[in-house]
């Protein structure tokens, strides 16, 4: 994006969350005032509190992003991104970029440089496995290494370091949290809460150790014991980014020194946020940072009462599966504890001179809200084990206003009743949109909607799920127009709904309900689908592609291996994995090579990339197995050939379980079967073991494997034709409601109308892996976005009659 130097106005260096907090402030005081944003990364401002989301998940930074690009350019906010600052000139009121870019000139500036990871002098703390956890990168890189590493180390038992822990776990390697204290997050917990919390995390945790040294296997402790790790990750805290402040002549301490109003000690030059020192401290939580900067922001707009007092810190722990939220101090000279240790739930509130200073939630986090109110006010406790009883009972009625909701964007509850009250909001979806509650970690987003429910008496309009914002329609308006019409393409829809434009988000969604609700028999524009679609193949970072090829039930044969093994020989592929669906995934093929791989393989695609049925995981059962109950691989066997092909709202993994023992985890599966002995199997669905846990629900049990095929088949094309798009069935599930989904799967009428729609859609299926011999279009595995010609695309779908 051009600068104009000319246009002073307020200039933000930093493009964290500090950074855009003080652009949404300004912009909220003044419309007109330019402000500039310039960030070093070459990215827009993401949430770097949920790191450790793309850590487990593998996504892009992206997923995290604050504001669209939208926002900013509506918002009159210039953004110069993967820029550096090489210099302030507080005298001339200027900062000049790094590499010849131009000199700016600034009417106020504000410092939000963030911190940098701080990083001991270990010795061996330089080597190419040693990482930090900071940044994006830095997850790519850890999640590279725990693939192939033996065992990692995490030096660092807080937050951060424990987050980081679970996302190298999550991706299946064994893993152990070095730390130097007595106890995991001393500064939040006390040492009943802290072990409490190292049994209920339930992994390795070295406790009182110093790292003497890193050594490419192993760590070595001060007092000589040794720790293998062929995988290190330091997370022990931060250090304030000072660099800029510093030569400009700005007072530094740990952190840039700000007075009450954020003011450095140059003129009109502020710092917010994990850079900035105030009362000598510095804040590397986000309540804190949004305070700073909502204060900086009315300081330099003109508003000189403006004044931040501090803040008293408060957290939640983002690991999944875990709840613990802490604010104040975990000590006081008094205290109530209420514990039990078997079901991991510890809750405490501590009071120092009679006054409410902290308080520890670890697996029930009722009441959080209330006692955080308490600490925050400082409020006199008569009876601490009463009052920590009763938060117990407090609902959104019992909230001041002033109390934080969403501790990712600094919401409270009165900014909530007031989009409703004042604003005019009358859904939940509209509140999250009007104040952003709810739209980080989405922790909140169950309290916003009461709250929303308590501003409108009690009633709550139905709001609608658009299929995408660009349309302003939903899934059932769609799949009507799609009906009266006999619209066949994404195109003929985009044509009849005449909102004048496409995104990319509603296309692959349209794509699926063009096919879904013609019974498959549609038009195929494969320009609408995810480019994994579009050549069959899961493209990895390098731009190379991973080829699973399908073998039912986990089942295969040494012919099948030995072309595998001739192939991934043959084209220098350089890694074959089993993947965690018991499958052989061949990693790094050429996109230009893929029909070729395909032939040679002479399997069918195991759509390891696709919104579509994926593997069905099975273990030996009772061929094999001494616990065996039943046939869970000729079972597994049996539904992946029935399912194969289909294409569904999101994936569908599924496994089958020979005995309760879950060998191949069919209670964590989307759906999952799990023989119960005398031949019955119990039919389970909604379950997950992503970033998110759920164990399976389950949906019925019934006497025969063929009736356990019946019935996962039903529930199958039930999901397939009410599912939103994207919308995972430990979503799914719960949304629609357990009862409903069993009404409509063991209904007689209902069941077999699904079953004959499922019989259809089946028909329609092919291997997708045989346009390796008819390519869609001439470039579709050279250069697949570009499609030769505009001819409309022919009909695809069912034989007549639906035989196949």
């Given at each position: 994006m051009s600068l104009n130097p000319s246009d002073a106005g307020v200039v933000v260096i930093g493009g964290g969350i500090a950074g855009l907090a003080v652009c949404e402030a300004v912009r909220e005081r003044d419309a007109?005032?330019?402000?500039?944003?310039?960030?070093?990364?070459?990215?827009?401002?993401?949430?770097r509190v949920r790191l450790s989301e793309i850590l487990v998940s593998g996504a892009s930074a992206e997923t995290l992003q604050l504001r669209p690009a939208e926002w900013f350019e509506d918002q009159h906010v210039t953004v110069v991104t993967d820029a550096w600052v090489a210099q302030v000139d507080a005298r001339a009121r200027t900062i000049a970029l790094a590499d010849g870019g131009p000199t700016i000139t600034y009417t106020s500036l504000v410092l939000a440089t963030g911190s940098n990871a701080l990083l001991p002098p270990i010795p061996g703390i330089d080597q190419p496995h040693v990482h930090a956890f900071r940044g994006p990168e830095d997850c790519d890189r850890i999640r590279e290494a725990a693939v192939s590493a033996r065992r990692a180390a995490v030096i660092g038992g807080g937050l951060l370091g424990l987050e980081a822990a679970r996302g190298i776990a999550s991706q299946g390697c064994a893993v152990t949290v070095v730390h130097l204290m007595d106890r995991l997050m001393e500064r939040q917990l006390d040492a009943g809460s802290a072990g409490l919390l190292q049994d209920t995390l339930a992994m390795d945790v070295e406790l009182n150790r110093q790292t003497a040294e890193i050594a490419p296997d192993h760590l070595r402790f001060a007092d000589g014991d040794e720790l293998e790790a062929d995988l290190v990750v330091v997370s022990i805290g931060i250090a304030p980014e000072t660099t800029l402040a510093r030569a400009a002549g700005a007072t530094v301490n740990r952190g840039v020194v700000v007075d009450d109003a954020l003011r450095t000690s140059l003129p009109d030059v502020y710092a917010v946020g994990e850079c900035a020192e105030h009362r000598g401290r510095v804040h590397g939580l986000v309540a804190p940072i949004l305070e700073q900067a909502r204060v900086a922001a009315a300081a330099l707009t003109g508003d000189g009462a403006a004044a931040y007092a501090g803040t008293i810190p408060s957290t939640k722990l983002k690991v999944a599966g875990v709840d613990l939220f802490t604010v104040g101090d975990a000590e006081g000279d008094g205290q109530a504890v209420a514990m039990d240790a078997a079901d991991g739930v510890y809750r405490k509130l501590a009071t120092r001179d009679g006054a409410a200073c902290g308080a520890i939630l670890l697996g029930d986090l009722r009441g959080a809200e209330a006692l955080s109110t308490l600490v925050r006010r400082g409020e006199r406790v008569a009876d601490a084990l009463a009052a920590l009883a009763a938060s117990l009972e407090a609902g959104p009625a019992e909230m001041a206003d002033e109390v934080q909701v969403c501790n990712c964007n600094g919401v409270c509850k009165g900014d909530i009743m007031a989009a409703v009250t004042e604003r005019g909001a009358t859904t939940p979806r509209e509140v999250m949109a009007m104040t952003r509650a709810g739209t980080g970690c989405g922790s909140c987003k169950a309290l916003v909607v009461d709250i929303v429910a308590l501003a409108a008496g009690g009633e709550v309009a139905d709001e609608p799920h658009y299929l995408c914002p660009c349309k302003q329609q939903t899934r059932e308006d769609l799949a009507a127009l799609i009906r009266a019409d006999g619209l066949e393409s994404v195109s003929d829809v985009s044509r009849?709904?005449?909102?004048?434009?496409?995104?990319?988000?509603?296309?692959?969604?349209?794509?699926?309900?063009v096919s879904e609700i013609n019974a498959n028999r549609h038009r195929e524009e494969r320009d609408?689908?995810?480019?994994?679609?579009?050549?069959?193949?899961?493209?990895?970072?390098?731009?190379?592609?991973?080829?699973?090829?399908?073998?039912?039930?986990g089942v295969t044969t040494p012919a099948e291996l030995r072309r595998i093994a001739d192939v991934a020989e043959k084209y220098d592929i350089p890694l074959v994995k089993v993947t965690g669906g018991q499958r052989l995934d061949l990693l790094g093929v050429r996109k230009q090579d893929l029909p070729k791989v395909w032939e040679e393989l002479g399997m069918p695609s195991g759509h390891a990339y696709a919104k579509a049925v994926r593997t069905v995981k099975t273990c030996v059962g009772s061929d094999f197995c001494r616990f065996g109950l039943a046939d869970s691989m000729g079972l597994g066997v049996e539904i992946e050939r029935e399912w194969e092909g289909l294409h569904t709202p999101a994936k569908v993994k599924s496994g089958v379980s020979g005995c309760a023992r879950n060998c191949a985890e069919a209670t964590i599966k989307d759906i999952g079967l799990v023989a119960v002995g005398d031949d019955q199997w119990q039919v389970r669905v909604g379950g997950a073991a992503g970033g998110s846990v759920r164990e399976a629900d389950v949906l019925c049990t019934v006497d025969s494997r063929a009736e356990a095929l019946r019935v996962s088949t039903t529930f199958l094309q039930y999901y397939r034709e009410n599912a939103d798009f994207k919308e995972r069935t430990y979503d799914f599930v719960p949304r629609v409601g357990l009862d409903a989904i069993r009404a409509a799967v063991t209904d007689p009428a209902t069941g077999a109308a699904l079953r004959e729609r499922f019989r259809l859609a089946k028909a329609a299926a092919t291997d997708p892996w045989l346009e390796r011999r008819e390519p869609y279009h001439p470039h579709q595995f050279t250069n697949p976005d570009d499609e030769d010609g505009a001819a409309r695309p022919a009909l695809v779908g069912p034989p007549t009659g639906g035989a196949r």
């Open positions: 007109l005032v330019p402000v500039t944003l310039i960030c070093a990364e070459p990215r827009l401002p993401y949430d009849a709904c005449g909102t004048g434009r496409e995104c990319g988000a509603c296309k692959p969604a349209l794509a699926y309900l609408a689908r995810f480019i994994n679609d579009r050549v069959h193949g899961n493209i990895q970072k390098d731009g190379t592609f991973s080829v699973v090829p399908r073998m039912h039930g």
